[in-house]
């Protein structure tokens, strides 16, 4: 995409490859609970990479819907993973046939980058306009970013390798997860949805329907919810029906 669009996303945090790309899903649980993870992971990388590219060349009359936008996707992000911890790992881990700590090491991960994304938010939640810097802002990814994105790709493998759950547990496995996908749509309408969709690429590694919405949905979406913050969703790398467009910020170098 990025050959099509100039500077875009997909990087400077490389994407991670869906394993629906090479493998089949459907066969387990276990796989298509990583296979949805990689989307959402991959959601998560696009908005880190948009802001990263963004966030030196923001005209001062933008910082403020440019802020909302980071401290949304960072909010989503720890939202995300305080789930995990809280509700989805040790809810795999009590499947019989998942090892106690089976999940810790991407527990153990979370670690490694929490305090980084607590500091953006808080940037981005308490600093005006006047003193908004670009590049003070990227200091602060730079401190983390490579620990989530090496956490986001390597839990696809371990939720992969849940398939090692007792026969006859699958459907409990995929009830933990379709659980807390539940408690995550409880998030506010009018931020994560629009914020979400517009992080997806449908043309990525052949295309995807990541998330799947009832028909209609995303007109829902775009007129309706996202209305409210229709600002800060300039700088999302794609529009609401999940196609890939140009980030409005790159300055004269793009």
Known sequence: MASALGKWADG???LIETPSFTKRTDDHPAHYIANEMAFAHNAMLRGINAIC?????????DVSDFLFFVASWAGWVQHHHILEETRMFPGFERIPGIKAGQLSHNFEQHQLFSTG?????KYATNTTEADYDGGRLR???TSFSTYMREHLADEIDTLWSLECCEKGQEENLLQVYKDCEAEAGKQDK???PPMVMGLCDKTFQGGNGWPAMPMG???IVHYLLGRKHRGAWRFLPSDTFR???PLPFLGDGS
């Not at 994304?117 to 938010?121: G, N, S, V």
């Open 12 to 14: 400077p945090l490389e």
């Open 53 to 61: 590219l963004q966030a030196p060349y923001i005209p001062k009359a």
């Open 117 to 121: 994304l607590d500091d953006l938010k």
């Open 139 to 141: 200091e602060i990814i």
């Open 190 to 192: 009018t931020v994560v």
């Open 217 to 219: 949905s995303e007109y």
């Open 243 to 245: 196609k890939p467009r």
